[in-house]
T-cell receptor, first 115, second 112 residues
Framework: QQQVKQSPQSLIVQKGGISIINCAYENTAFDYFPWYQQFPGKGPALLIAIRPDVSEKKEGRFTISFNKSAKQFSLHIMDSQPGDSATYFCAASGLGAGNNRKLIWGLGTSLAVNP | DADVTQTPRNRITKTGKRIMLECSQTKGHDRMYWYRQDPGLGLRLIYYSFDVKDINKGEISDGYSVSRQAQAKFSLSLESAIPNQTALYFC???????????FGPGTRLTVL
């Protein structure tokens, strides 16, 4: 059972356009929602993250929108550039068994930005 | 120097061989993780360790074993490699809060 559902699986956007990747979760105990960016040949790296006490967080061209009631969050990349071409993973974190925090991953979205 | 290093970066081996992938970190984190990445399947957790004496199975531990030799070192072994273990393997670390994970560059393993 996929606890964090990510869509689309792949996305092609023109340079300058807006890239939007969506994630939905089921467990209301999740309280931290990061996005990771992975370039070819590299490991994933934290891009931006949000906690459910705010509905939006912006860092440069990257924005997370969070809808607690719908249990959904999304990544928006404004003015998309070819250098943004990468795989993006959403994730959700919360307390799991043994009072340890556990990170649950979406399946990833492959973004290609055409010049 | 990279905070999380993995060796080897690429490995081609044959079915039935024993393989060890190594991970070292200089971040001083207690928690370490091994993931495999397959196209369309995302990152799947193989094993994780909260400290040297605490090792736990992840969602796909069958066919794999691990060793935490020190706080900074976490190795993944395939006792008898099979072709469906061909994948990209990542080591990661986190602090005790566990929310942010720091990944190594990955090992591309091919089992023929």
């Amino acid at each position: 059972q996929q606890q964090v559902k990510q869509s689309p699986q792949s996305l092609i956007v023109q340079k300058g356009g807006i890239s939007i990747i969506n994630c939905a979760y089921e467990n209301t105990a999740f309280d931290y929602f990061p996005w990771y960016q992975q370039f070819p040949g590299k490991g994933p790296a934290l891009l931006i993250a949000i906690r459910p006490d705010v509905s939006e967080k912006k860092e440069g061209r990257f924005t997370i929108s969070f809808n607690k009631s719908a249990k959904q969050f999304s990544l928006h990349i404004m003015d998309s550039q070819p250098g943004d071409s990468a795989t993006y993973f959403c994730a959700a974190s919360g307390l799991g068994a043994g009072n340890n925090r556990k990170l649950i991953w979406g399946l990833g979205t492959s973004l290609a930005v055409n010049p | 120097d990279a905070d999380v290093t993995q060796t080897p970066r690429n490995r081609i081996t044959k079915t039935g061989k024993r393989i060890m992938l190594e991970c070292s970190q200089t971040k001083g984190h207690d928690r370490m993780y091994w993931y495999r990445q397959d196209p369309g399947l995302g990152l799947r957790l193989i094993y994780y360790s909260f400290d040297v004496k605490d090792i736990n199975k992840g969602e796909i531990s069958d066919g794999y074993s691990v060793s935490r030799q020190a706080q900074a070192k976490f190795s993944l072994s395939l006792e008898s490699a099979i072709p469906n273990q061909t994948a990209l393997y990542f080591c990661a670390t986190s602090d005790q809060a566990g929310d942010t994970q720091y990944f190594g560059p990955g090992t591309r393993l091919t089992v023929l």
